[in-house]
């Protein structure tokens, strides 16, 4: 049924608990229902038609992305085995297969969560939090190592040093990636639905996800930028192949500005306008589609880098 919201009352966005995002991935104000949710400013109803549009179109462009990732990611590792001794730092060959590590599994999960978003989630909340907790892993891992590889000589060569650098970032990537299985979900609803968030916005388990992805995707590549420009030799070692990984902050930079500004909006310490609440969804949800893309365009780059 349609909601309705007396012009008395303060402008708020709906939120419904049968919402889908890109893992549900894409998306955090979308609504079931009739698929059309209404708010009264000035009489004139908001209509939110996120959801529909997004079930039609992300399982295609989740195939689409994952059969180009798979290719790419496969050419990849064709090029570190067949040239090993040509990837120096800072795109040193050790650094470079954990990279399509972090990607082929980023792109390993895009299949069972195309198919969710088209059928709906019915394998249970177990399942949903594993997803979520890879796609996080995944993500942690290859922001480690772009911000290790752009600012360290750890990788120059495949060491014990290096070694237990790799399995610390692994584990510790694992840890932050914890938050975001402990927040997601399902909710019981005629077509279940896997939650990125299945808890409240201000609780401390959401809270802590939303400030590691911040840092992942915001504070990370900004203060590697500032020291990149402030240190004269991590200046002058900016090098194709450095370039070419931090194809991976240029990408997911849009979402973490989405996702604060999102934060904001539903702690209600902004409020939403009508064209807001009936548009904010795309926004967020092209963003993290650009994110997405990074496990096909990133081994695409790594590679241009290589043979440049």
Excluded at 85 to 99: D, E, F, I, K
Excluded at 103 to 121: E, N, S, T, Y
Excluded at 156 to 179: I, K
Aim: aromatic residues 10%; glycine residues 8%; proline residues 6%.
């Amino acid at each position: 049924p349609d909601t309705h919201w007396s012009h008395s009352q303060s402008p708020r966005v709906l939120e419904s608990e049968n919402s889908l995002d890109l893992l549900e991935i894409m998306g955090n104000f979308s609504y079931d229902d009739s698929n059309v949710t209404f708010l009264d400013y000035d009489a004139a109803p908001c209509h939110n038609q996120y959801c529909p549009i997004f079930q039609r179109v992300a399982p295609t462009f989740l195939a689409i992305t994952c059969a180009t990732a798979i290719l790419g990611t496969g050419a990849l590792l064709v090029a570190l085995a067949k040239r090993p001794h040509a990837w120096g730092w800072p795109q040193s060959r050790a650094l470079v297969a954990q990279l399509a590590a972090g990607m082929g599994l980023f792109a390993a999960l895009l299949p069972p969560v195309a198919v969710g978003i088209r059928q709906g989630w019915r394998l249970g909340t177990g399942l949903c939090r594993l997803t979520h907790l890879l796609w996080y892993w995944s993500l942690f891992a290859q922001g480690l190592l772009v911000g290790s590889g752009s600012c360290s000589t750890a990788w120059c060569r495949w060491d014990a040093r290096s070694q237990r650098l790799a399995v610390a970032m692994w584990a510790g990537a694992l840890l932050l990636a914890t938050p975001a299985a402990l927040a997601s979900g399902t909710v019981a609803a005629p077509e279940t639905s896997c939650l990125r968030r299945s808890v409240d916005i201000l609780s401390p388990v959401y809270l802590l996800h939303l400030a590691l992805c911040l840092c992942l995707f915001l504070l990370l590549p900004a203060a590697l930028l500032v020291a990149t420009l402030a240190v004269p030799w991590l200046r002058s070692g900016w090098k194709p192949g450095v370039s070419a990984s931090w194809l991976f902050f240029g990408l997911w930079v849009p979402y973490g500005m989405g996702l604060a500004v999102d934060f904001l909006l539903h702690a209600q310490l902004l409020q939403p306008t009508c064209g807001t609440f009936e548009h904010f969804d795309y926004v967020l949800g092209l963003s993290e589609g650009l994110g997405v893309l990074h496990c096909c365009l990133g081994p695409a780059a790594l590679l241009a880098a290589w043979l440049c």
